[in-house]
């Protein structure tokens, strides 16, 4: 028993091999005797970027292989694989590929712990070790678009704000209503690894924007096309159009028949609507029924403005019909004839539908050239009369005047006698005589 206590302790029986190290001894001691190589190595891999709960695939390769022994260390270098095979009980990592020049192994199901440096090291003398980085992506986790307001009122201001939560990198959101871009103002905040990104969208609206879609996108490495909507629902104003049903075309004459129609349209839709006449009262023989005015018989008297007014929650509008009564044979275009619409506010003017009042304001344009090309031939004939007349007067008191000396003693003279005298005298000296004409 001694003897035997002794050969124990002194060494192995002869003809019998001692047991082999455990292999994961063997993987510490080569991994403590590595090196870190620099340029020139033999080793060559990338780094990976993967989104979260895809794969990843590590690749360690040899440009010129002398079948040294290939194995990858994770974060915590520990031996993923030592050669094909795989110490680490991680199942996610699977072999891919094995050859005396490369080493390719798979991660599935990545997650943000799996995020760092994994490492390649090749068992040549010296031993080399180069590594490669793994990057993980985390798209937003939810999007959503919050409205101040569901429903706004035409010409307010309304704020949305779009939020995307639980990503990495931090988002980029922009703003789109229907195909145009718009400028929003976004906040980053950070929790861990994980970044939450808001934007904030100030938005003035028109009628013209009821409907439209306001879309949050949203940029970011991990997810393409991500976006989320919400329907812009504007309230305003009604909008007013009068049309002439009879006579479709031409003048209004006395004694034929007027017929009116009112349309409005509005969110809400309008629920009053009225005719009246705009700075008098309404003829007793005119006929409203609903949105339509008649007159079956008309005359001078009906000349005025008439005015059709609708209105809803928002507010009210209104469009007016000039009416000119003509002569039974009456064939020029109206002076004063046809569809007006005056709007309420200087944003109702942008949404005036004024296309079935062209026709009588164009009569109208070329009746008022008419008049002031008259009114001014008429003054320039006055002027002209006025100057005639000043020159007539001015030419009559002038007429043929002469000056002479042949009266020069008349200037002087007492009486009639004495001038002759005067004058006589003064023929002797006819060689100073002088003519004047004026």
Same mark, same amino acid.
């Given at each position: ?14 003809? /019998? ?127 959503? /678009? ?68 306001? /879309? ?78 008649? /007159? ?9 403005t008439y005015r059709c007014e609708a209105s809803n929650a928002v507010g009210k509008s209104h469009a007016d019909y000039m ?53 001014v031939v008429a003054v320039v004939v006055f002027a002209m009369l006025c100057l005639l007349i000043i020159l007539g007067r ?28 005067n004058a006589e005298g003064g023929q002797n000296n006819s060689e100073e005589k002088k003519e004047y004409f004026i």
């Open positions: 028993m001694a003897g035997r206590a002794q050969r124990s302790a002194a060494g192995p029986a002869p003809g /019998i091999l001692p047991p082999p190290p455990p292999p994961l001894l063997l993987l510490l001691l080569a991994a403590a005797a590595v090196i870190r190589t620099g340029d020139g190595q033999n080793l060559v891999t990338e780094d990976v970027t993967v989104v979260e709960g895809d794969v990843a695939t590590i690749s360690c390769r040899v440009k010129n292989s002398d079948d040294s022994v290939i194995q990858l260390l994770n974060p915590n270098r520990q031996t993923i694989y030592f050669r094909d095979f795989r110490p680490l009980k991680d199942s996610r990592f699977q072999l891919v590929n094995f050859s005396n020049s490369e080493l390719r192994v798979s991660l599935t199901n990545v997650s943000i712990s799996d995020e760092g440096r994994y490492f390649c090291q090749l068992y040549t003398d010296p031993p080399q070790e180069i590594y490669t980085t793994i990057t993980v992506l985390v798209p937003p986790r939810n999007l959503v /678009i919050d409205i101040q307001k569901e429903v706004a009122v035409e010409g307010e201001e309304i704020e949305l704000n779009c939020t995307a939560m639980a990503s990495r990198p931090a988002t980029t959101i922009r703003w789109f209503k229907g195909n145009k871009e718009l400028t929003g103002k976004s906040e980053v905040e950070q929790w861990s690894d994980m970044y939450t990104v808001t934007s904030q969208l100030l938005l003035k609206v028109g009628r013209e924007d009821d409907g439209v879609p306001v /879309i949050c996108l949203v940029d970011h490495p991990a997810v393409k096309d991500l976006q989320t909507q919400r329907y812009l629902e504007v309230m305003y104003k009604p909008q007013v159009r009068v049309s002439q049903n009879y006579p479709v075309q031409g003048l209004t004459r006395e004694g034929e028949p007027l017929e009116l129609s009112c349309a409005a349209f509005g969110k809400p839709q309008p629920t009053d609507m009225r005719w009246l006449r705009v700075d008098d009262e309404m003829p007793q023989h005119v006929v409203v029924s609903g949105s339509n005015l008649l /007159i079956s018989n008309l005359n001078k008297t009906d000349n005025g009416l000119f009564v003509y002569d039974t044979t009456a064939t020029t275009e109206p002076a004063v004839h046809g569809f007006t619409h005056l709007p309420n506010s200087a944003e109702e003017l942008d949404y005036g539908d004024l296309s079935d009042s062209r026709a009588g304001e164009e009569g109208a344009i070329r009746s008022v050239d008419h008049a002031v090309v008259g009114g001015y030419f009559a008191r002038h007429k043929g005047t002469y000056f002479t000396h042949e009266a020069k003693g008349a200037d002087d003279a007492a009486d009639a006698d004495t001038a002759i005298i």
